[in-house]
């Protein structure tokens, strides 16, 4: 399973990258998130694991422990799913022109188990959410 977004920010490249990769910014523009903790301490980098808290349906809270696969300052920011309910990777590209920034997104996974039959719905499920969590970047950082 892929999904491939894009969003422009009228933000520079470094504020932008800054705050996608604030730990404690994200349940400010992924609204399932509850919290999230660096479990290595430490600056954010390559290696760093963190543990994510999110809210999930009927009222439930699921944790997933992932690791900064990919940490380049204003470049590129990537996350993999070190164990968690669902899979999915998701790594963010950078590029600024004019005080802008193009930001590409990738979540890539592989359902298994008995969710695989339901893969097309999981896919336009969480890309509506990936949708609504890069909208709300939008309007927060161009607030």
Same mark, same amino acid.
């Given at each position: 399973?892929?999904?491939?977004?894009?969003?422009?920010?009228?933000?520079?490249?470094?504020?932008?990258?800054?705050?996608?990769?604030?730990?404690?910014?994200?349940?400010?523009?992924?609204?399932?998130?509850?919290?999230?903790?660096?479990?290595?301490?430490?600056?954010?980098?390559?290696?760093?694991?963190?543990?994510?808290?999110?809210?999930?349906?009927?009222?439930?809270?699921?944790?997933?422990?992932?690791?900064?696969?990919?940490? !380049?300052? *204003?470049?590129?920011?990537? +996350?993999?799913?070190?164990?968690?309910?669902?899979?999915?990777?998701? &790594?963010?590209? =950078? $590029?600024?022109?004019?005080?802008?920034?193009?930001?590409?997104?990738?979540? !890539?996974? *592989?359902?298994?188990?008995? +969710?695989?039959?339901?893969?097309?719905?999981?896919?336009?499920?969480? &890309?509506?959410? =990936? $949708?609504?969590?890069?909208?709300?970047?939008?309007?927060?950082?161009?607030?």
């Amino acid at each position: 399973m892929r999904i491939d977004q894009q969003v422009e920010i009228a933000r520079p490249v470094a504020d932008v990258f800054a705050y996608v990769t604030d730990p404690g910014k994200l349940p400010e523009w992924q609204d399932t998130t509850v919290s999230v903790t660096n479990e290595t301490g430490g600056p954010l980098g390559t290696g760093t694991r963190l543990r994510e808290v999110r809210r999930a349906p009927f009222g439930k809270t699921v944790e997933s422990l992932v690791e900064v696969a990919t940490y !380049e300052p *204003d470049t590129a920011f990537a +996350l993999r799913i070190l164990d968690g309910p669902l899979k999915v990777d998701g &790594a963010y590209r =950078f $590029a600024g022109h004019d005080g802008h920034t193009h930001v590409d997104f990738t979540a !890539e996974g *592989d359902i298994g188990g008995p +969710l695989k039959l339901a893969t097309p719905l999981i896919r336009r499920t969480l &890309a509506r959410q =990936f $949708a609504a969590y890069h909208r709300r970047l939008k309007e927060v950082l161009e607030g």
